[in-house]
């Protein structure tokens, strides 16, 4: 079985490639295939890159003096390795700051504390903090069906049954709790929401995460309780007799308009009239978080593959790095680069931005429209544990100008069962990272850029 | 091989037991076995003691008002459940507090902020904190060789290369950062300490605990980086060119003389003539620390074993459950119990404090003055999957009584394999606990203490 799957391999992959493509032995020799290879077991590029900006800079807030470090911390590792045109292109944005004061406690019947950290961009408490009343709902869905005015007054409390996915579907599915409680608790009339970080890991570190509150609805505060934190404040509700009364104080504010910027690097093409190939990433990490899993590897890994695709020579397209800055507090980078690279087409993006766990599936929006490369690109990562898929591939947060030119886009999806264990917490740390995994993740995209970069045609074959 | 050894253990059991204690079929039944096979499937006591205080009080730092609570807690739990004699003694202490401001951060060359707590006992760096080069000690060794005076402005950074231990060894070998270490840096010189957490987890929530200066040494202020924080620091002095110059603000403070005490509480024997089985853990946990593992679990463990053996029918021997207070912030109640009781003999005497992981070995310090008692109970144990040992029992924090009377003392030794990723820090949570191996734990304890409590003879056998 394994031989014949070989021979098919080698089969179908003959067909579409010029015999310049073929080695000694027949074998089809993918363009940087050495270089993916030797990433495989020496990566030089990425654990580099993560190691220097979580220990250099640390967390760096959207819109902060400490992502500016960031981004000119980026900047010169690109010009150290050789990048041209590395640039920081300015954007503004209405920046939103964590302040001093992040604290819970149980005044009655159980007086504890507990650790709290507030959600992006919620309102203060004032430093008196809010002492109320808390109502718990197992779910987003209970709190949408609680009745109108039936929270005046009192704190909302939402709980969920997340769990670690490798598809990491369960974020979008129980992270409702967090993207649309807080509005909601708002309109039934709480003073203030507390719920269980969107996350599945077991320590006291909350998890924290952007919240937005539709138009016309007050926004209020909103903070998140660490998993323990939220397994007690249930169990209260198990064994209290009466209310349960909760106060909380955070003191976040509103900075106004402040400075960030995308930061950008290039691999110079051979043929510059060729849409370029765009590696995206993230900049910027929340104020708790050094960024290590998000997303400090995820741009380590986009240019490690842009530079080890470059030692097979030059490429034929252009291979851009984009390292988006404040894409946490609502992908502000990546709207921008759209926005101002809008009629500069690109010919295929993909991303890095799902931690530094190994890749196992490849997705393309192309597989249709251009089932000869979709089908070359998906073999030629096989060696590395990659299956191929037929979800259409829809990119992530750093990409919106793939979606905004509607061109094509690569999924190269990452195991995620520990990233929600990570995710927006302090414990996002580089000892979290396996070099291992880390460099399968490498090897993955040099591969997968080696052949993109080096394409002649329409990529998404339209 | 398993039938010999079945029967030269029912062998040497029949040799020293009355043939009252035989049943049917020739198997000799231990006092109180039944109960404890029946803990091992369905503990009905220690969960509910070790849910009911981490749930109810949380948090209970040594001689304040929450520890108080705890003890309240714990007497009606006790009362609840049927011990006589229930009572809190009283001690007075000398009462610290961790206060509000725990704060350290790099000012340069990497400025950003780090995750730090007070060590127990150290004293205020002032609410504007200290500024100064850190200096990094690769162990509590080389500060120990540093010049005097050499740290003269500066903050001592020491590390350590514990890792985890089944018998916990690597705590008392690699705890001289924190046992010795900010003594030694302050004759040096250095105005405040920082160590890497003694402990063996890669979360961001530093481990805590007790420090004392020699006489006549200044105390400085000494804080504890979470381990991530810690390699972040190590990494940095790979880097950096320069100084590294830290921030470093804590604000805890002594409170002066406030009341502590010891809880106790009985099962009443049939003969109260003979000298009690004392089974001790302690109530207090670190203000950071809801106190699961440490000891929430252990008073749990012990109040159920004295429960369990009192549904065998009355025991010979008074059982006597001590919940010692103040055992974090230097051994205070177990002092003051030895120093209240020492003119009334005990029996024997174990503790559980050393979490909820399953107990692996058994060990006395009557081996040798008491054969016969000592194979008995190693032997009563084996089924549960504990282990003989030549090691003689000294007890730990919570009996000095036992020592103090130079008394019979059992050592129920846990699995310390996870204790030092959860110990003094905020991770220490009920969920945490393995519900089979706590009930392990109750099954030895059990089966223990019906043997011990039904014992007629002098128990050390001297």
Not at 58 to 65: C, S
Not at 352 to 368: L, T, Y
Request: proline letters at 6%.
């Amino acid at each position: 079985m394994k031989k014949y799957a070989h021979s098919l391999v080698l089969a179908l992959a003959a067909l579409s490639v010029p015999l310049s493509a073929q080695v000694p032995g027949g074998m089809y020799k993918y363009p940087a295939q050495q270089q993916a290879d030797d990433a495989l077991t020496g990566d030089k590029y990425a654990w580099d890159f993560v190691e220097g900006i979580t220990t250099e800079v640390g967390p760096r807030q959207a819109g902060t003096e400490a992502e500016k470090r960031g981004r000119e911390w980026a900047m010169n590792w690109l010009n150290k390795h050789g990048f041209e045109n590395v640039a920081d292109e300015p954007f503004m944005m209405n920046t939103w700051v964590p302040g001093e004061v992040h604290k819970a406690e149980i005044v009655s019947p159980f007086p504890q504390p507990l650790v709290v950290q507030p959600l992006g961009g919620t309102p203060s408490t004032g430093p008196d903090g809010i002492t109320a009343e808390v109502v718990e709902f197992e779910s987003v869905d209970a709190l949408a069906e609680a009745p109108e005015g039936s929270l005046k007054g009192k704190i909302a409390y939402v709980t969920h049954a997340m769990a670690a996915s490798q598809d990491g579907s369960h974020y979008g599915y129980f992270g409702g709790a967090r993207f649309v409680g807080p509005g909601l608790a708002s309109q039934k009339g709480a003073v203030a929401i507390v719920i269980k970080s969107i996350g599945t890991d077991e320590h006291r570190n909350p998890h924290t995460g952007i919240i937005r509150f539709p138009d016309g609805v007050d926004p209020i505060p909103a903070g998140a309780l660490t998993l323990p934190d939220a397994a007690n404040l249930e169990r209260m509700f198990d064994r209290a007799d009466g209310p349960i009364t909760l106060k909380l104080t955070l003191t976040p504010r509103w900075i106004g308009e402040t400075q960030s910027g995308n930061v950008v690097g290039e691999i110079v093409g051979r043929d510059p009239s060729l849409p370029p190939v765009l590696l995206a990433c993230h900049i910027d990490s929340w104020w708790n978080a050094p960024g290590a899993f998000d997303d400090g590897a995820g741009c380590g890994i986009a240019a490690a593959a842009a530079l080890n695709v470059s030692k097979a020579g030059q490429p034929l397209r252009t291979i851009r790095v984009l390292m988006a800055g404040a894409e946490e507090v609502g992908l502000h980078g990546s709207v921008a680069y759209s926005k101002a690279h809008i009629d500069e087409p690109i010919g295929v993006a993909y991303e890095s931005d799902f931690g530094a766990d190994r890749i196992w599936r490849f997705e393309s929006n192309f597989r249709e429209t251009n089932p000869d490369l979709h089908t070359k690109l998906a073999k030629s990562v096989a060696r590395f544990g990659v299956a191929n898929s037929t979800i259409v591939a829809r990119g992530g947060a750093d990409i919106n100008i793939a979606r905004d030119q509607n061109t094509a886009i690569i999924d190269l999806q990452q195991d995620g069962s520990r990233y929600f264990e990570l995710h927006h917490t302090p414990d996002d740390t580089l000892d979290k990272i396996d070099p291992a995994q880390l460099r399968q993740n490498v090897a993955v995209w040099t591969q997968v850029t080696g052949i993109l970069a080096n394409y002649e045609g329409s990529i998404k074959g339209e």
